[in-house]
């Protein structure tokens, strides 16, 4: 599936969204959390019908290309046998010519989350949790219409596929809140961090975790994440078949205002996430430890956008697992939240 590649900030504004490439407004600094790019909503909503296709936006900017199997190539059994032929000559000058080099993958150049911020983000307290509940932060998931079969992950669970990528500022603030609330359902283990990209316009070094070279272990729910590049815009990973499937699927209308964008999340092919719930310009100039310093305030704007988010999508996991484990899914603000979910 051919995607654009933007990695230019798009925000929303009233009646629409800015030109592709062109940044958008800032939202204003007492606003949490704005429309898909921002929401115009801070206040969640109890709905239970499907959603009309203007679905409200969130903080969403960012398209990613997708890298197409090999076999799928125009040349893959034509001329390009030619081609492999010549590269694997060429492999073995350069494996006899030239000495090993340090590989720029994320895995070598993200180092391990140091272990008092994965303390803090995995281990948010019950009462700041509860006080801040909603934290002024909209429903975000998107119930999904019809019947679809369930999306369960290699161990049967419910699945939550996430795709994103290291350079996007907008997944890297919806990281934050997805490590809080998977890690109330399991345990991350090897969790790096990173940053977004440099560039000035796509609210650059925004400080955050990636799932590339994580791993994830729950009794209740599979993860599958993607990272599709890196924040220098070098390929990562592939998603299969099946999860392109999901993302033409569902990452465009009426689940989503723009069309292949990233983040994107799929819960068990019942409720649909698009764009981040936290303002990524809430994160600008703080490092890792500041931001996990902030989950113990409960007055503290980022600690209300990334735990408010969290918890909205930990109502929805609720909802998918039949409400397992209890000691999660019947702590406050949970039930509550999950009763203003929309129906899937």
């Known amino acids: 599936m051919a995607r654009l590649s933007k990695r230019r900030r798009e925000e929303t504004t009233s009646g629409g969204t800015t030109p592709a490439g062109r940044p958008g407004p800032a939202p204003k600094p007492a606003t949490p959390r704005a429309s898909t790019t921002p929401r115009a909503s801070t206040t969640p909503r109890a709905s239970t019908p499907p959603r009309a296709s203007t679905t409200p936006s969130r903080y969403r900017a960012q398209r990613v290309t997708l890298a197409r199997p090999w076999w ?10 030619t081609v492999v032929v010549v590269a694997v ?12 080099s340090k590989s720029t993958s994320s895995s070598s150049s993200n180092q391990l989350a140091p272990a008092s911020v994965l303390a803090a983000v995995t281990g948010v ?12 932060v909209a429903d ?7 019947s679809p079969a369930a999306l369960t992950g290699p161990n049967g669970s419910p699945e939550l596929f996430y795709l994103g990528a290291e350079y996007c500022p907008y997944c890297a603030a919806e990281r934050w809140s997805v490590v809080i609330a998977l890690s109330r359902f399991g ?3 090897n969790l790096h961090i990173t940053m977004s990209d440099s560039n000035p316009d796509d609210i650059p070094n925004t400080h955050t975790f990636t799932f590339y070279g994580s791993s994830y272990s729950s009794q209740y729910l599979d993860f599958a994440p993607i990272e599709s590049e890196d924040r220098s815009g070098n390929p990562l990973q592939t998603p299969t078949a099946a999860e392109e ?13 723009q069309t292949g964008g990233i983040p994107f999340q799929d819960l068990a092919n019942s409720y649909i996430l698009s764009g981040s719930g936290v303002n990524p310009e809430l994160l600008q100039g ?11 305030d409960t007055s503290n704007q980022v600690a209300q956008a990334i735990i408010g988010n969290a918890n909205w999508l930990t109502a929805g996991i609720c909802k998918v697992t039949g409400g397992q484990p209890g000691s999660v899914c019947t702590a406050a603000p949970i039930p509550t939240l999950e009763g203003q979910l929309g129906s899937s």
């Not at 000559?89 to 090993?100: A, T």
């Not at 699927?249 to 205002?257: A, E, G, L």
């Not at 490092?287 to 902030?294: D, F, K, L, R």
Request: no cysteine; charged share 5%; hydrophobic share 35%.
């Open 187 to 189: 345990t991350f283990s």
């Open 286 to 296: 703080m490092t890792w430890q500041q931001i996990a310093n902030t989950l113990t």
């Open 140 to 146: 975000p998931l998107e119930p999904v219409t019809g």
């Open 245 to 257: 499937n999901l993302v033409t699927t569902y990452d465009t209308s009426p689940y989503s205002s």
């Open 72 to 81: 799928q190539s125009p040349w893959a059994w034509g001329g390009g046998l």
């Open 89 to 100: 000559v060429v492999v073995f000058i350069v494996l006899g010519s030239s000495s090993p």
């Open 125 to 136: 307290s019950p009462s700041v949790s509860s006080t801040i509940a909603a934290g002024g």
